[in-house]
């Protein structure tokens, strides 16, 4: 049976990397940009050399690997050198993500929903590259701040990251389907089981 490729993307601290877990617990096949991001930005990866090469050996760790804080907080701060990073790193991980969705599915698994989430989804340009695309949003900002409390982040830090984005509501007018993340895990759940059995039956 064919396979149908979903980009799922919604704001920072909004609820979209739970619901990508919900949807491989359904039996989507979920990968994620954040993770590939690490990876290239540990000891050896090929991120480590753009942010070296970019802004300076000052903005790597002792073991080599990117001091990610430092550089959050430098290009939070700078645009320019935000754009100059995305630049270098996107095209990279784009082609992971789209390698992994060219490969050949299992075997006998009849169909097959493949789910990239990918934060920068609309800000890249990237949506032509699926056949759908979702975003998640929460209405309430202060929980998406305190959630980003939750992860080190000072309310100005937290604030910066929101605004490098697109607004909820621009996502929400660009993405072909809409998930409102404002009541529980388990609504949440249900959401993603619907969203499923819609891709796997479409």
């Known amino acids: 049976m064919p396979m149908f490729a979903l980009a799922l993307t919604g704001g920072i601290a909004s609820g979209k990397s739970l619901f990508g877990r919900f949807l491989a617990n359904c039996g989507a096949q979920v990968a994620d940009a954040d993770d590939i991001v690490r990876a290239m930005h540990a000891s050896g990866g090929l ?4 942010v070296a090469s970019l802004f300076g050996r000052e903005y790597l760790a002792s073991d080599g690997s990117t001091d990610r804080a430092r550089l959050g907080a430098l290009v939070f701060a700078d645009a320019d050198a935000r754009r100059r990073l995305e630049e270098q790193l996107h095209p990279l991980v784009r082609s992971e993500l789209l390698a992994w969705k060219n490969s050949p599915p299992p075997d006998g698994a009849g169909r097959v929903v493949r789910v990239a989430q990918i934060p920068l989804l609309f800000e890249s340009g990237w949506q032509g590259d699926w056949d759908a695309t979702a975003t998640v949003e929460t209405t309430n900002a202060e929980i998406r701040i305190a959630r980003l409390a939750g992860r080190g982040l000072d309310r100005a830090a ?21 998930v409102r993340n404002d009541g529980s895990a388990d609504s949440l759940q249900r959401l993603a089981e619907k969203l499923l059995s819609h891709l796997v039956n479409t």
């Open 47 to 50: 991120g480590t050399g753009v």
């Open 158 to 178: 937290a604030l910066a990251r929101i605004q490098s984005q697109l607004s909820s509501a621009e996502r929400a007018e660009r993405a072909d389907f809409v």
